[in-house]
């Protein structure tokens, strides 16, 4: 089965400063892995993915992803923190042998960005 | 591209009655899925069509939801004789069928939210 870990519920960062929301997963066969953002009473916004190659990969407004197989974790960052990052970040798998394509989510982690 | 549209988006209903809320996808995405959404928790997939077909459902969706995709286009999620503990964001989302095996990201509507009083 397919499971995806955000061990935090929430993170605090000083707006200029780096940021790293982390995500951990857990699938039987290969991780196609993504990232979203959601705003307060909206649906969820598509970030950046990891399905193969360079494990750093980049994605919308700044953010990159670095994908680690050993440690089956796929951390979210940004060199600087903006206040208009505040928002709610999911993860979520894939089973690259699930033919649903179906996105298995996390809990979560709320990202607050303080000016 | 004009996005995942869903109607309502706020829905506020009694116990006991039934609601039904409608998605359209994004026009040339065949396949379609419907996520729910509790307070503090991540989207719990619930369903997916592959054009009128639904092809997979989840445990979550007991026998008084049901969902619809009569022509491959837009589709309709049932709930009868709604609980209080159906009260959630109830979220669509489509994607193209990808000849590589699921590279493409779902593309979310802004969601139903329903309330059970």
Known sequence: ?115 | DTGVSQNPRHKITKRGQNVTFRCDPISEHNRLYWYRQTLGQGPEFLTYFQNEAQLEKSRLLSDRFSAERPKGSFSTLEIQRTEQGDSAMYLCASSSHDREGGRSPLHFGNGTRLTVT
């Open chain 1, 1 to 115: 089965a397919q499971s995806v870990a955000q061990p935090e519920d929430q993170v605090n960062v000083a707006e200029g400063n780096p940021l790293t929301v982390k995500c951990t997963y857990s699938v039987s066969g290969n991780p196609y892995l993504f990232w979203y953002v959601q705003y307060p009473n909206r649906g969820l916004q598509f970030l950046l993915k990891y399905i193969t190659g360079d494990n750093l990969v980049k994605g919308s407004y700044g953010f990159e992803a670095e994908f680690n197989k050993s440690q089956t974790s796929f951390h979210l960052k940004k060199p600087s923190a903006l206040v208009s990052d505040s928002a709610l970040y999911f993860c979520a798998v894939r089973d690259g042998r699930d033919s649903s394509y179906k996105l298995i989510f996390g809990s979560g982690t709320r990202l607050l960005v303080r000016p």
